[in-house]
Protein backbone atom coordinates (compact mmCIF):
# COMPACT_ATOMS: atom_id res chain seq x y z
CA UNK A 1 0.00 0.00 0.00
CA UNK A 2 1.37 3.34 -1.16
CA UNK A 3 0.70 7.23 0.48
CA UNK A 4 1.65 10.06 -1.00
CA UNK A 5 3.43 12.41 1.75
CA UNK A 6 3.98 14.59 -1.51
CA UNK A 7 2.97 16.44 -4.71
CA UNK A 8 4.23 18.51 -7.30
CA UNK A 9 3.31 22.22 -5.43
CA UNK A 10 4.56 20.42 -2.07
CA UNK A 11 8.12 19.24 -3.70
CA UNK A 12 8.23 22.95 -5.35
CA UNK A 13 7.50 24.97 -2.43
CA UNK A 14 9.91 23.30 -0.24
CA UNK A 15 12.67 23.14 -2.97
CA UNK A 16 12.36 27.54 -3.10
CA UNK A 17 12.92 27.17 1.02
CA UNK A 18 15.84 25.61 0.83
CA UNK A 19 16.75 27.82 -1.99
CA UNK A 20 16.05 30.44 0.40
CA UNK A 21 18.22 28.91 3.32
CA UNK A 22 21.03 28.38 1.29
CA UNK A 23 21.32 31.85 0.33
CA UNK A 24 20.84 32.99 3.68
CA UNK A 25 23.65 30.55 5.01
CA UNK A 26 26.23 31.18 3.01
CA UNK A 27 25.30 35.37 2.45
CA UNK A 28 24.56 34.77 -1.47
CA UNK A 29 26.08 32.44 -4.17
CA UNK A 30 29.89 33.74 -3.78
CA UNK A 31 31.77 30.42 -4.38
CA UNK A 32 28.77 28.27 -4.15
CA UNK A 33 27.88 25.23 -5.89
CA UNK A 34 25.91 22.36 -5.73
CA UNK A 35 26.35 18.74 -6.54
CA UNK A 36 23.59 16.20 -6.33
CA UNK A 37 23.93 12.77 -5.70
CA UNK A 38 23.18 10.58 -8.71
CA UNK A 39 19.75 10.16 -9.44
CA UNK A 40 17.57 11.96 -7.59
CA UNK A 41 19.76 14.25 -6.16
CA UNK A 42 21.14 15.50 -9.75
CA UNK A 43 17.73 16.33 -10.28
CA UNK A 44 17.26 18.52 -7.06
CA UNK A 45 20.43 20.28 -7.04
CA UNK A 46 19.53 21.01 -11.15
CA UNK A 47 16.24 22.85 -9.88
CA UNK A 48 17.61 24.46 -6.47
CA UNK A 49 20.06 25.87 -9.08
CA UNK A 50 17.18 27.53 -11.25
CA UNK A 51 15.26 29.05 -7.93
CA UNK A 52 18.62 30.18 -6.78
CA UNK A 53 18.78 32.22 -9.88
CA UNK A 54 15.36 33.34 -9.80
CA UNK A 55 16.13 34.79 -6.54
CA UNK A 56 19.21 36.44 -6.71
CA UNK A 57 20.24 36.74 -10.40
CA UNK A 58 23.16 34.68 -10.68
CA UNK A 59 24.15 31.13 -12.22
CA UNK A 60 25.87 28.63 -9.55
CA UNK A 61 27.75 25.51 -10.81
CA UNK A 62 26.10 22.48 -10.56
CA UNK A 63 27.48 19.14 -10.87
CA UNK A 64 26.39 15.33 -10.37
CA UNK A 65 28.53 13.05 -8.33
CA UNK A 66 27.89 8.88 -8.95
CA UNK A 67 29.12 6.85 -5.46
CA UNK A 68 28.64 3.41 -6.71
CA UNK A 69 32.53 2.74 -6.01
CA UNK A 70 32.50 4.09 -2.52
CA UNK A 71 29.76 2.47 -1.01
CA UNK A 72 30.49 0.48 1.83
CA UNK A 73 28.49 -2.63 1.02
CA UNK A 74 30.43 -3.41 -2.24
CA UNK A 75 31.72 -6.82 -0.90
CA UNK A 76 28.63 -7.77 -0.10
CA UNK A 77 26.16 -7.17 -2.76
CA UNK A 78 24.78 -9.79 -4.88
CA UNK A 79 24.99 -7.36 -8.05
CA UNK A 80 27.26 -4.81 -9.60
CA UNK A 81 26.57 -1.12 -8.90
CA UNK A 82 25.00 0.69 -11.65
CA UNK A 83 27.36 3.49 -12.36
CA UNK A 84 26.63 6.30 -13.49
CA UNK A 85 28.06 10.25 -14.32
CA UNK A 86 30.30 12.42 -12.32
CA UNK A 87 30.64 15.94 -13.55
CA UNK A 88 31.71 18.77 -11.79
CA UNK A 89 32.05 21.78 -14.06
CA UNK A 90 34.10 23.78 -11.35
CA UNK A 91 37.22 23.22 -8.61
CA UNK A 92 35.67 22.79 -5.28
CA UNK A 93 38.85 23.72 -3.71
CA UNK A 94 37.89 26.35 -0.98
CA UNK A 95 34.44 26.55 -2.94
CA UNK A 96 31.26 26.11 -0.41
CA UNK A 97 29.64 22.98 -1.72
CA UNK A 98 26.28 21.96 -1.01
CA UNK A 99 25.55 18.31 -1.59
CA UNK A 100 22.06 17.25 -2.71
CA UNK A 101 20.24 14.15 -2.30
CA UNK A 102 16.49 13.13 -2.29
CA UNK A 103 16.49 10.58 0.68
CA UNK A 104 18.32 10.72 3.79
CA UNK A 105 18.35 7.31 6.01
CA UNK A 106 20.95 5.73 7.70
CA UNK A 107 23.56 8.18 6.06
CA UNK A 108 26.04 5.52 4.62
CA UNK A 109 24.88 7.20 1.31
CA UNK A 110 26.34 10.43 2.24
CA UNK A 111 29.70 8.97 3.56
CA UNK A 112 30.42 7.61 0.15
CA UNK A 113 29.32 10.79 -1.46
CA UNK A 114 31.97 13.25 1.08
CA UNK A 115 34.66 10.29 0.15
CA UNK A 116 34.18 11.06 -3.40
CA UNK A 117 34.14 14.70 -3.21
CA UNK A 118 37.39 14.43 -1.29
CA UNK A 119 38.93 12.71 -4.01
CA UNK A 120 37.86 15.77 -6.41
CA UNK A 121 39.10 18.62 -4.48
CA UNK A 122 39.09 19.96 -0.69
CA UNK A 123 36.16 22.31 -0.34
CA UNK A 124 35.99 25.03 1.86
CA UNK A 125 33.32 23.40 3.89
CA UNK A 126 30.46 20.83 2.63
CA UNK A 127 27.04 21.03 3.70
CA UNK A 128 24.01 18.89 3.12
CA UNK A 129 20.62 19.31 1.81
CA UNK A 130 17.92 17.14 1.61
CA UNK A 131 14.32 16.57 0.18
CA UNK A 132 13.46 13.86 3.14
CA UNK A 133 14.81 12.96 5.86
CA UNK A 134 13.47 9.98 7.35
CA UNK A 135 15.66 9.25 10.44
CA UNK A 136 17.28 5.57 11.52
CA UNK A 137 20.71 7.09 11.25
CA UNK A 138 23.47 4.70 11.55
CA UNK A 139 26.44 7.26 10.79
CA UNK A 140 26.77 10.50 12.46
CA UNK A 141 25.40 12.65 9.66
CA UNK A 142 23.25 15.95 9.87
CA UNK A 143 21.37 17.44 7.21
CA UNK A 144 22.13 21.32 7.32
CA UNK A 145 18.92 21.99 4.97
CA UNK A 146 15.86 19.40 5.13
CA UNK A 147 12.62 19.60 3.37
CA UNK A 148 10.59 17.41 5.32
CA UNK A 149 11.28 15.15 7.75
CA UNK A 150 8.64 11.78 7.78
CA UNK A 151 9.49 9.46 10.13
CA UNK A 152 9.35 5.77 9.24
CA UNK A 153 9.86 2.19 10.14
CA UNK A 154 12.51 0.58 9.06
CA UNK A 155 10.26 -1.84 6.45
CA UNK A 156 8.89 1.18 5.15
CA UNK A 157 9.94 2.64 1.91
CA UNK A 158 10.09 5.96 0.96
CA UNK A 159 9.97 6.73 -2.90
CA UNK A 160 11.17 9.90 -4.48
CA UNK A 161 9.60 10.09 -8.45
CA UNK A 162 10.79 13.20 -10.43
CA UNK A 163 9.24 14.52 -13.45
CA UNK A 164 13.27 14.34 -14.90
CA UNK A 165 12.36 10.59 -14.57
CA UNK A 166 9.42 10.56 -17.10
CA UNK A 167 6.72 10.60 -14.21
CA UNK A 168 4.78 13.04 -12.26
CA UNK A 169 6.80 14.67 -8.99
CA UNK A 170 5.61 12.65 -6.18
CA UNK A 171 6.81 11.64 -2.70
CA UNK A 172 5.42 7.96 -1.06
CA UNK A 173 5.71 6.10 1.69
CA UNK A 174 5.16 1.80 1.14
Do not use: W
Not at 74 to 86: F, G
Not at 156 to 164: A, G, Q, W
Amino acid sequence: MSKELLNKQDIDRILARIAHEILEKNKGTGNLCLVGIQRGGVHLAGRLSKKIKEIEGNDIPVGSLDIAFYRDDLNIRTEQPAVRKTSVPCRIDDQKVVLVDDVLFTGRSIRAALDALMDIGRPANIQLAVLIDRGHRELPIKPDFVGKNIPTSMGEVVRVVLEEEGAKDTVTIE
